[in-house]
């Protein structure tokens, strides 16, 4: 997941990022950064509120100690933790929505990745050992994965979307294995 910090500071970045990848930018980065603004104006307001609370709820104490009354401050106390309970709502709504938003944008791709929609556009950084002649036809490892029972690209597509697989059995534990 992308760090709210990148939208913030330069959200040309994650545009280009969009582009290089040919995703067609649906207004998702604008209103990430809107709602990050709306989500700071906010912790700064509902600070605010922690202090002011806090500062009267000291000094309702220090009344009660010499006997006066604190009744004016007392409900002053509980309408801002009324405002508080409020604001803090709001705030946790906003993080959940800023957060399932990002998760929608992905990774930004290193500088020297090339541009290109097709594989083919793609280019051969380096290769690793020999390339291996098999006497017959060699099967993807999806095909292999689902004859093995240890994935299902099929239920993957439905849950997650295409290309992703649902792992399976033996297939689920080396994932986790893998992280």
Not at 49 to 72: C, N
Not at 137 to 157: F, N, Q, S, T
């Amino acid at each position: 997941m992308l760090d709210v910090g990148i939208f913030r500071r330069d959200p040309r970045v994650v545009k280009d990022a969009l582009r290089k990848r040919n995703l067609p930018d649906d207004g998702s980065v604008e209103r990430i950064v809107k709602m990050d603004e709306k989500r700071r104006s906010l912790t700064s307001e509902t600070d605010e509120l922690r202090r002011r609370r806090k500062e009267l709820s000291e000094k309702i104490g220090e009344l009660r100690k010499i006997g006066k009354d604190s009744e004016e401050m007392v409900r002053e106390v509980h309408a801002l933790k009324e405002d508080l309970e409020k604001k803090e709502e709001e705030l946790r709504r906003l993080e959940t929505d800023i957060e399932a938003l990002i998760l929608r944008i992905p990774n930004i791709p290193d500088e020297e990745v090339p541009e290109g929609v097709t594989k083919e556009e793609n280019k051969v950084v380096r290769e690793w050992g020999e390339r291996r002649d098999f006497k017959f036809k060699v099967k993807p490892h999806y095909e292999v994965g689902e004859r093995l029972g240890i994935l299902d690209m099929g239920r993957g597509a439905t849950i997650a979307g295409s290309h992703f697989p649902l792992f399976l059995g033996a297939g689920a534990s080396l994932c986790r294995a893998l992280i």
